[in-house]
Antibody, heavy 118, light 105 residues
Framework: QVQLKESGPGLVQPSETLSLTCTVSGFSLTSYGVNWVRQPPGKGLEWMGTIWNDGSTDYNSALKSRLSISRDTSKSQVFLKMNSLQTEDTAIYLC????????????WGQGVMVTVSS | DIQMTQSPASLSASLEEIVTITCQASQDIGNWLAWYQQKPGKSPQLLIYDATSLADGVPSRFSGSRSGTQYSLKISRLQVEDIGSYYCQQAHSNTFGAGTKLELK
């Protein structure tokens, strides 16, 4: 059974760095990609970036300068770091696994709500 | 950037009714198109990928189609568990439509 679970702080100060972890089970990071997607409260979905099975990454061009995605295959964990956070970065952050094809999100975590506020 | 124009933004339909949601791509994306359902307070669920392929475990009343750069999601007989929001996603360079909120009439 495939499971993904996000973890990280619920509150981040403006201008600080967000660090999130996605822990995966039943799903090999060396076989499939993992993506980060976010959703501001009451709004739509925004793809943030992908780490592929070979460890390479792709980023949303709008976030690329602030975003880094990495992984630890031994722990089945994928990491998101985004710096210079602003209030508009307040959102639910979700990790999602790709299985049916690149950039298709078959498996989703429950998400973690991150609020950017002083 | 490829834009996805999704319509309608909201939709009210009766049980057993046929429901259609469309997305118009701003340029050719081939069959690189997916549809997701999101119920309130839950994570999205993949319904359709490659424009017409049904994801595992998705009821057969859901179907996807393509005509040029216009893509459609059809629910053949609306059920109460289908209520929620629906998003298209172009997987060519990865953007989502703005979403359609489906409610029961």
């Amino acid at each position: 059974q495939v499971q993904l679970k996000e973890s990280g702080p619920g509150l981040v100060q403006p201008s600080e760095t967000l660090s999130l972890t996605c822990t995966v089970s039943g799903f090999s990071l060396t076989s499939y990609g993992v993506n980060w997607v976010r959703q501001p409260p009451g709004k739509g979905l925004e793809w943030m970036g992908t780490i592929w099975n070979d460890g390479s990454t792709d980023y949303n061009s709008a976030l690329k300068s602030r975003l880094s995605i990495s992984r630890d295959t031994s722990k089945s964990q994928v990491f998101l770091k985004m710096n210079s956070l602003q209030t508009e970065d307040t959102a639910i952050y979700l990790c999602a696994g790709s299985y049916s094809g690149p950039y298709y999100f078959d498996y989703w975590g429950q998400g973690v709500m991150v609020t950017v506020s002083s | 950037d490829i834009q996805m124009t999704q319509s309608p933004a909201s939709l009210s339909a009766s049980l057993e009714e046929i429901v259609t949601i469309t997305c118009q791509a701003s340029q050719d994306i081939g069959n690189w198109l997916a549809w997701y359902q999101q119920k309130p307070g839950k994570s999205p669920q993949l319904l359709i990928y490659d424009a017409t392929s049904l994801a595992d475990g998705v009821p057969s009343r859901f179907s996807g189609s393509r005509s040029g750069t216009q893509y459609s999601l059809k629910i053949s007989r609306l059920q109460v568990e289908d209520i929620g929001s629906y998003y298209c996603q172009q997987a060519h360079s990865n953007t989502f439509g703005a979403g359609t909120k489906l409610e029961l009439k």
